[in-house]
Protein backbone atom coordinates (compact mmCIF):
# COMPACT_ATOMS: atom_id res chain seq x y z
CA UNK A 1 0.00 0.00 0.00
CA UNK A 2 0.99 3.38 -0.41
CA UNK A 3 1.74 5.92 2.91
CA UNK A 4 0.89 9.22 2.48
CA UNK A 5 2.72 11.47 5.06
CA UNK A 6 1.42 14.98 6.01
CA UNK A 7 3.50 17.60 7.70
CA UNK A 8 2.61 19.45 9.82
CA UNK A 9 0.13 17.48 11.61
CA UNK A 10 -1.24 20.69 13.43
CA UNK A 11 -0.57 24.39 12.57
CA UNK A 12 -1.37 27.92 14.64
CA UNK A 13 -2.18 30.68 12.30
CA UNK A 14 -3.66 34.15 11.73
CA UNK A 15 -6.53 35.25 9.36
CA UNK A 16 -4.37 36.60 6.09
CA UNK A 17 -1.00 34.40 6.52
CA UNK A 18 -0.04 32.07 3.76
CA UNK A 19 -0.19 28.73 4.82
CA UNK A 20 1.86 25.67 3.19
CA UNK A 21 0.82 21.83 3.99
CA UNK A 22 2.32 19.24 2.74
CA UNK A 23 2.19 15.68 1.71
CA UNK A 24 4.78 13.10 1.06
CA UNK A 25 3.92 9.65 -0.67
CA UNK A 26 5.86 6.23 -0.23
CA UNK A 27 6.20 6.09 -4.20
CA UNK A 28 5.42 7.64 -7.08
CA UNK A 29 1.84 8.58 -7.69
CA UNK A 30 2.65 10.80 -11.05
CA UNK A 31 -0.01 13.75 -10.05
CA UNK A 32 -3.10 11.80 -8.76
CA UNK A 33 -3.44 13.43 -5.93
CA UNK A 34 -5.91 15.24 -3.82
CA UNK A 35 -6.30 17.21 -1.37
CA UNK A 36 -9.37 17.46 1.06
CA UNK A 37 -10.77 19.79 3.58
CA UNK A 38 -13.01 18.95 6.78
CA UNK A 39 -14.82 20.27 9.32
CA UNK A 40 -15.94 19.18 12.60
CA UNK A 41 -19.23 17.40 12.15
CA UNK A 42 -19.30 17.53 8.03
CA UNK A 43 -18.01 15.17 5.17
CA UNK A 44 -14.54 16.00 3.69
CA UNK A 45 -15.13 18.43 0.56
CA UNK A 46 -12.82 18.31 -2.13
CA UNK A 47 -10.88 21.06 -2.90
CA UNK A 48 -7.39 19.91 -5.79
CA UNK A 49 -7.60 17.16 -7.56
CA UNK A 50 -5.03 16.30 -9.77
CA UNK A 51 -2.59 17.98 -7.87
CA UNK A 52 -2.92 21.00 -9.12
CA UNK A 53 -6.32 21.35 -10.39
CA UNK A 54 -9.14 23.54 -8.56
CA UNK A 55 -12.06 21.76 -7.93
CA UNK A 56 -15.34 23.83 -9.15
CA UNK A 57 -16.45 26.29 -6.63
CA UNK A 58 -13.13 26.59 -4.56
CA UNK A 59 -11.48 29.83 -3.34
CA UNK A 60 -8.59 30.80 -5.97
CA UNK A 61 -6.52 31.22 -3.20
CA UNK A 62 -6.09 27.54 -3.03
CA UNK A 63 -3.72 26.05 -4.89
CA UNK A 64 -1.68 22.91 -5.40
CA UNK A 65 1.48 21.65 -6.69
CA UNK A 66 3.86 18.85 -6.98
CA UNK A 67 4.30 15.37 -9.08
CA UNK A 68 5.70 11.86 -7.88
CA UNK A 69 6.04 11.57 -4.38
CA UNK A 70 6.11 15.12 -3.01
CA UNK A 71 3.15 17.67 -2.98
CA UNK A 72 1.96 21.22 -1.39
CA UNK A 73 -1.03 22.89 -0.60
CA UNK A 74 -1.05 26.70 -0.44
CA UNK A 75 -3.38 28.98 1.23
CA UNK A 76 -2.58 32.20 0.25
CA UNK A 77 -4.19 34.41 2.50
CA UNK A 78 -6.09 32.47 5.58
CA UNK A 79 -10.00 33.37 6.21
CA UNK A 80 -11.65 32.22 9.15
CA UNK A 81 -13.56 29.96 7.30
CA UNK A 82 -10.48 28.10 6.53
CA UNK A 83 -9.89 27.24 9.93
CA UNK A 84 -10.18 23.31 9.66
CA UNK A 85 -8.12 20.26 9.00
CA UNK A 86 -6.90 19.04 5.33
CA UNK A 87 -6.03 15.34 4.18
CA UNK A 88 -3.79 14.45 0.73
CA UNK A 89 -5.27 11.61 -0.66
CA UNK A 90 -3.62 9.18 -3.74
CA UNK A 91 -5.51 8.42 -6.51
CA UNK A 92 -2.97 6.31 -8.15
CA UNK A 93 -3.85 3.30 -7.23
CA UNK A 94 -6.22 0.69 -4.75
CA UNK A 95 -6.34 0.71 -1.90
CA UNK A 96 -6.75 4.63 -2.09
CA UNK A 97 -4.67 6.00 1.34
CA UNK A 98 -5.01 9.02 2.82
CA UNK A 99 -2.41 11.15 5.04
CA UNK A 100 -2.93 11.53 8.89
CA UNK A 101 -4.31 15.07 8.55
CA UNK A 102 -3.41 18.46 9.16
CA UNK A 103 -5.21 20.76 11.89
CA UNK A 104 -5.16 24.58 10.77
CA UNK A 105 -6.06 26.23 14.21
CA UNK A 106 -6.58 30.08 15.04
CA UNK A 107 -3.22 31.44 16.71
CA UNK B 1 -28.42 19.61 -6.62
CA UNK B 2 -26.21 16.36 -5.98
CA UNK B 3 -27.22 14.43 -3.18
CA UNK B 4 -25.93 11.53 -1.72
CA UNK B 5 -27.82 10.66 1.26
CA UNK B 6 -26.73 7.20 3.44
CA UNK B 7 -28.98 5.05 4.96
CA UNK B 8 -28.65 1.93 7.24
CA UNK B 9 -25.80 2.57 10.69
CA UNK B 10 -26.94 1.71 13.73
CA UNK B 11 -25.77 -0.56 16.83
CA UNK B 12 -24.67 -3.91 15.99
CA UNK B 13 -22.99 -6.28 18.43
CA UNK B 14 -19.49 -8.02 16.98
CA UNK B 15 -20.30 -10.64 14.38
CA UNK B 16 -23.25 -9.25 12.93
CA UNK B 17 -24.48 -7.64 10.16
CA UNK B 18 -25.82 -4.76 8.52
CA UNK B 19 -26.59 -3.10 5.25
CA UNK B 20 -26.24 0.19 4.24
CA UNK B 21 -27.47 2.43 1.26
CA UNK B 22 -26.32 5.32 -0.62
CA UNK B 23 -29.46 7.46 -2.73
CA UNK B 24 -27.76 9.47 -5.44
CA UNK B 25 -29.85 12.26 -7.19
CA UNK B 26 -29.27 15.27 -9.41
CA UNK B 27 -27.11 13.38 -11.41
CA UNK B 28 -26.66 10.55 -13.62
CA UNK B 29 -25.39 7.77 -11.20
CA UNK B 30 -24.76 5.21 -13.94
CA UNK B 31 -21.78 7.00 -15.24
CA UNK B 32 -20.02 7.22 -12.13
CA UNK B 33 -17.98 5.26 -9.72
CA UNK B 34 -18.40 5.30 -6.39
CA UNK B 35 -16.62 4.56 -2.97
CA UNK B 36 -17.17 4.02 0.52
CA UNK B 37 -15.44 5.62 3.31
CA UNK B 38 -15.22 5.57 6.37
CA UNK B 39 -14.03 7.47 9.55
CA UNK B 40 -13.35 6.37 12.96
CA UNK B 41 -13.98 9.10 15.87
CA UNK B 42 -11.33 11.50 16.23
CA UNK B 43 -9.41 9.87 13.33
CA UNK B 44 -9.08 10.45 9.34
CA UNK B 45 -10.95 9.05 6.24
CA UNK B 46 -10.24 5.12 5.59
CA UNK B 47 -11.33 4.52 1.87
CA UNK B 48 -13.01 0.70 2.43
CA UNK B 49 -14.89 0.19 -1.17
CA UNK B 50 -15.20 1.04 -5.26
CA UNK B 51 -17.04 -0.17 -7.83
CA UNK B 52 -17.44 0.93 -10.92
CA UNK B 53 -20.46 2.26 -13.07
CA UNK B 54 -21.14 -0.86 -14.97
CA UNK B 55 -20.51 -2.95 -11.50
CA UNK B 56 -17.55 -4.42 -13.62
CA UNK B 57 -14.68 -3.42 -11.48
CA UNK B 58 -14.75 -3.86 -7.65
CA UNK B 59 -12.13 -3.32 -4.80
CA UNK B 60 -11.60 -3.29 -0.81
CA UNK B 61 -9.51 -2.56 1.76
CA UNK B 62 -7.90 -5.65 2.84
CA UNK B 63 -9.41 -5.53 6.18
CA UNK B 64 -12.80 -5.54 5.04
CA UNK B 65 -12.28 -8.24 2.29
CA UNK B 66 -14.25 -11.11 2.90
CA UNK B 67 -16.56 -9.76 5.10
CA UNK B 68 -18.19 -6.41 3.53
CA UNK B 69 -20.17 -6.45 -0.51
CA UNK B 70 -20.39 -3.37 -2.32
CA UNK B 71 -23.05 -2.85 -4.96
CA UNK B 72 -25.17 -1.01 -6.45
CA UNK B 73 -28.79 -0.60 -8.60
CA UNK B 74 -28.21 1.99 -11.23
CA UNK B 75 -32.30 1.72 -12.29
CA UNK B 76 -32.71 2.52 -8.63
CA UNK B 77 -29.58 5.32 -8.60
CA UNK B 78 -28.47 3.40 -5.17
CA UNK B 79 -25.40 2.35 -3.95
CA UNK B 80 -24.90 -0.68 -0.82
CA UNK B 81 -23.00 -2.36 1.26
CA UNK B 82 -23.22 -5.04 2.56
CA UNK B 83 -21.14 -5.62 6.18
CA UNK B 84 -21.38 -8.98 7.76
CA UNK B 85 -18.97 -10.35 10.59
CA UNK B 86 -18.85 -6.54 11.56
CA UNK B 87 -15.82 -5.91 14.89
CA UNK B 88 -15.37 -2.95 17.00
CA UNK B 89 -12.80 -1.65 15.36
CA UNK B 90 -15.37 -1.09 12.43
CA UNK B 91 -16.89 1.51 14.43
CA UNK B 92 -17.00 4.56 12.40
CA UNK B 93 -19.31 6.92 10.04
CA UNK B 94 -19.82 5.73 6.84
CA UNK B 95 -19.77 8.34 3.90
CA UNK B 96 -20.82 7.24 0.22
CA UNK B 97 -18.21 9.42 -2.27
CA UNK B 98 -18.67 10.00 -5.95
CA UNK B 99 -15.52 9.46 -8.55
CA UNK B 100 -13.14 6.95 -9.47
CA UNK B 101 -10.17 8.77 -8.60
CA UNK B 102 -10.30 12.11 -6.36
CA UNK B 103 -13.89 12.01 -4.61
CA UNK B 104 -15.61 15.10 -5.84
CA UNK B 105 -19.59 14.69 -3.83
CA UNK B 106 -19.67 12.75 -0.40
CA UNK B 107 -22.50 12.24 1.55
CA UNK B 108 -23.51 13.30 5.01
CA UNK B 109 -22.59 10.02 6.62
CA UNK B 110 -24.28 7.13 8.59
CA UNK B 111 -22.68 5.74 11.94
CA UNK B 112 -21.93 2.49 12.44
CA UNK B 113 -21.48 1.44 15.87
CA UNK B 114 -19.99 -2.45 17.03
CA UNK B 115 -20.55 -2.69 20.73
CA UNK B 116 -21.58 -5.38 22.97
Known amino acids: DIQMTQSPSSVSASVGDRLTITCRASQDISNWLAWYQQKPGMAPKLLIY???SLQSGVPSRFSGSGSGTDFTLTISSLQPEDFATYYCQQANSFPRTFGQGTKVEIK | EVQLVESGGGLVQPGGSLRLSCAASGFTFSSYSMNWVRQAPGKGPEWVSYISSSSSMIDYTDSVKGRFTISRDNAKNSLYLQMNSLRVEDTAVYYC?????????WGQGTLVSVSS
Open chain 1, 50 to 52: AAS
Open chain 2, 97 to 105: ARGARELSK
